[in-house]
């Protein structure tokens, strides 16, 4: 028995690292695209780093905090020699019959990726190249240079790629036979300039989400992803992100741990499409931009409480829109569930049959050490003036009780907690109204020495 239960726990925090890794990259690929963004808005000339060669004011390390977690930035500017139009040497091209380029600085090239702060490993990279405003091409016609990159930012290559502009005069025959590169990139040069928002790419590969730019529509013109302009005589770069898709195993249950059965619901992505009003990537209103959603289902579990939904793009899941009379008060992995490429994760949701019910949706930090004095704010529903919150040993029932509460009616609660002499290991997380409803996070806090 000894032996199981360290397997299982072993998995446990396999699982829970696991979870938090994938935490970290996806606010890592957002801090990466949010650099690039900046990067792309400079002009061509100001395109270079402080100590690097260009010359210019980028810093090539910065360090940012976000949610909790601090990361550092690397940014490298360097000239690319594109073969297009010849090489500076093409003796370094053996088998390649090249010219020889006498002003061999077509564009520049910029690298940046993100690390956990002082540690060595990628956890998240972008590459794009970035063209002058007389980039080489025919006068009339402009380039797209689209890369691919999955959730960690490494290169996707075969990558199934589309360009379509239905409003081009002449008619422009969709690209529907295009592939990426060992680079997961591709240069696709001699396309009819259009300045108007209208070349819609998607990005896919069997057995992978997809990722596309936008249409502004008279409903919503805000896009935060929008279809393309293509330029005459200038580079328009674009990366997509697609990943392996995963699957969601749900479990519903009581307070107590027991099945609830039958139960219909909706789930929600967190990658926003729209802004303004927001329309989430994966959500019932996208129906009319991705008719294939998973989230357009509607999802109903058995009569065990159980539901697997296969075919899962790496995002941030809610739960929503439950049979009447039942109400989600938590989820392990809480909420928003975070869903990376590539795996089977299992979800456990309890509800409860009251709408007064506390619920919890997260808390931070989610560990601490032995002998520390910590303050844990927690998120969620129903929290009314008064409430309290402690932690529970699953084995022993000791409690480390919070203290100096503050309560922010009805979504926050804030208290602190001695950790002087607590055992080590998983404990749990409970918050209590004052009418004696409560909520309970399993395992949700560790205690470390």
């Not at 019959?97 to 998240?124: C, W």
């Not at 006068?139 to 996707?156: A, E, F, K, Q, R």
Request: aromatic fraction near 8%; hydrophobic fraction near 40%.
């Amino acid at each position: 028995m000894a032996a199981i239960a360290i397997a299982i726990m072993t998995a446990y925090f396999a699982a829970y690292k696991s979870i938090d890794l994938a935490r970290a990259k996806m606010v890592a690929v957002s801090l990466v695209n949010e650099k690039m963004e900046t990067v792309r808005n400079m002009p061509y000339d100001d395109l270079g780093t402080s100590g690097g060669w260009p010359a210019g004011g980028i810093l090539a390390k910065e360090e940012i905090e976000k949610n909790g977690v601090h990361f550092d930035i690397y940014t490298t500017i360097s000239y690319i020699d594109d073969k297009y139009d010849g090489v500076a040497v093409p003796s370094a091209y053996p088998g390649e019959t090249l010219t020889t380029d006498t002003s061999p600085y077509d564009y520049k090239e910029a690298v940046i990726y993100v690390t956990r702060h002082d540690k060595s490993g990628k956890i998240a990279k972008l590459t794009t190249l970035i063209s002058a405003k007389a980039a080489e091409t025919p006068s009339n016609s402009g380039i797209l240079y689209l890369c691919i990159i999955d959730s960690v930012g490494n290169p996707v290559a075969d990558a199934d790629i589309t360009i379509s502009n239905d409003l081009l005069d002449p008619p422009f025959a969709p690209i529907t036979n295009l592939k990426t590169g060992e680079n997961g990139c591709v240069l696709v040069p001699m396309l009819p300039p259009e300045e108007h928002n209208n070349y819609h790419i998607t990005a896919t590969k069997n057995g992978f989400s997809s990722d596309l730019t936008y249409p502004r529509t008279a409903q919503n013109p805000n896009a935060l992803q929008p279809d393309i302009n293509i330029l005459t005589q200038k580079v328009t770069d674009l990366t997509l992100t697609i990943d392996q898709r995963s699957t969601m195993n749900v479990h519903f249950a009581d307070a107590a741990g027991n099945p609830v059965p039958d139960i219909s619901f909706n789930i929600e992505g967190s990658k926003v499409a729209y802004f303004n009003p927001e329309v989430f990537k994966c959500s019932l209103g996208i129906a009319a931009i991705i008719p294939t959603s998973p989230c357009l289902t509607t999802y109903q579990a058995d009569a065990a409480g159980f539901i697997s939904i296969p075919n899962l793009e790496f995002d941030d899941y809610k739960i929503i829109n439950l049979t009447a009379g039942y109400y989600l008060i938590s989820t392990t992995p809480m909420r928003a569930i975070p869903l990376p490429a590539n795996i089977t994760l299992e979800v456990t949701a309890v509800l409860s049959a009251s709408a007064t019910n506390p619920s919890i949706y997260d808390f931070s930090p989610v560990s601490g050490a032995v002998g520390d004095v910590i303050s844990i704010s927690l998120t969620g529903g129903n929290i009314d003036n008064g409430a309290t919150i402690k932690l529970v040993n699953p084995g022993t029932s000791a409690e480390i009780a919070g203290t100096n509460i503050d309560v922010s009616p009805h979504d926050q609660i804030v208290a602190d907690f001695n950790l002087a002499g607590a055992a080590t290991g998983l404990w749990n997380l409970v918050l209590a109204n004052p009418s004696g409803e409560s909520v309970t996070q399993i395992n949700g806090f560790e205690i470390i020495n």
